[in-house]
């Protein structure tokens, strides 16, 4: 009688949550300028000075980062980056199938689609307020400018919590909550649900083989579903967690203010690069992390039956 194989037996937790966390920092390393480059965009229009840079698409917010502040410039936060994805990306992925599971009623073969938007709402909203400070930081480097002022609000990483802890008080590396809550309950519940309903679909329908190309696409689709229905949550999560105390008295205000000073388009800025972080960073998460499962799994099969 053959063994189950590495794809037959279901990943553990302890798999899942490592999986997700090491994928998830593959991949925000790689797009981790497009992220720069959106949040720049979605910041401009903030501070009209007639010396304020303007920047235009998402290569020209590349370069223009480049060759006025450094290549590393686009980096920027990348360790707060990093820490982020470790406690948010691992527990909003890496714990989506089991929380999944837990919401399925006995009834049910397979899980609803109620149970994976309650899933996706459950570990998103968990996830936010765990890693909340890490993304008060990220932001905070990536937007601030040398050009702008005399120097820099924050050194580094470990500089920016401290300061921000000693200035604002410790609610102020929670600052944005709201806006970032209401932002990743939509990212988490798009994202996740999309990615598993076609790939569902394209294997359920023999379109395509539970693999990369099959990843690849359900990933790239789920991506642009999420960008589109997040970005006007993203953009006033964005100015309202970058703006000094006292610019915005509250997430309603900071949308407003952008509402009438602005005009709508000012809710989908930096749109494309959003689109080309979130897609890409997707298929590179998923990607990994499909792999990663099936691989560790299969070291696991192995070392078991040597044993």
């Known amino acids: ?14 798999v899942k949550i490592f999986s997700a966390g ?6 925000d390393v790689i797009t981790f300028p497009l992220d720069t480059a959106k949040v720049r965009l979605q910041i401009q229009g903030e501070c009209q000075t007639s010396s304020a840079l303007r920047y235009k ?23 707060a980056g990093l820490q982020r994805q470790i406690s948010f990306a691992s ?6 199938d089991t929380v999944q599971e837990f919401f399925t009623t006995g009834k049910e073969t397979t899980a609803s689609l109620g149970s994976k938007i309650s899933a996706g709402l459950t570990t998103g909203g968990v996830a936010v307020f765990i890693g909340q400070p890490t993304e008060v930081v990220k932001v905070r480097l990536q937007a601030q400018s040398h050009l702008h002022g005399p120097k820099p609000r924050y050194t580094g990483t ?8 000693t200035t604002e008080g410790l609610t102020g590396l929670w600052k944005g909550t709201i806006p970032n809550l209401t932002r990743n309950v939509i990212i988490n519940c798009t994202e996740l649900v ?10 359920k329908n023999k379109l395509l083989a539970d693999d990369v190309p099959c990843h690849f696409v359900s990933a790239v689709i789920a991506g642009f ?10 953009v006033v999560k964005t100015r309202f967690v ?34 080309l972080r979130l897609g890409s960073w997707n298929v590179i998460m998923f990607v990994c992390f499909e792999q990663l499962k099936r691989e560790l799994m299969e070291s696991r099969r192995t070392v078991g039956c040597a044993t």
């Open 1 to 14: 009688m053959v063994g189950p194989t590495a794809s037959d037996v279901p990943p553990t937790m302890a």
């Open 22 to 27: 090491v994928a998830a920092c593959v991949a």
């Open 57 to 79: 698409g998402v290569l020209g917010t590349i370069t223009t980062l480049a060759k006025t502040e450094g290549p590393m410039k686009l980096y920027s936060g990348l360790p």
């Open 91 to 96: 527990l909003r992925i890496g714990l989506y």
């Open 158 to 165: 470990y500089n920016a919590y401290r300061i921000i802890a």
């Open 194 to 203: 999309t990615y598993d309903l076609m790939k569902e679909a394209l294997v």
């Open 225 to 234: 579903c999420t960008t589109v229905l997040s970005s006007p949550v993203d």
């Open 242 to 275: 970058n703006s000094p105390p006292g610019q915005y008295t509250s997430v309603p205000n900071c949308a407003m203010t952008m509402l009438t000073k602005e005009g709508p388009s000012a809710f989908f800025k930096g749109f494309v690069p959003s689109f």
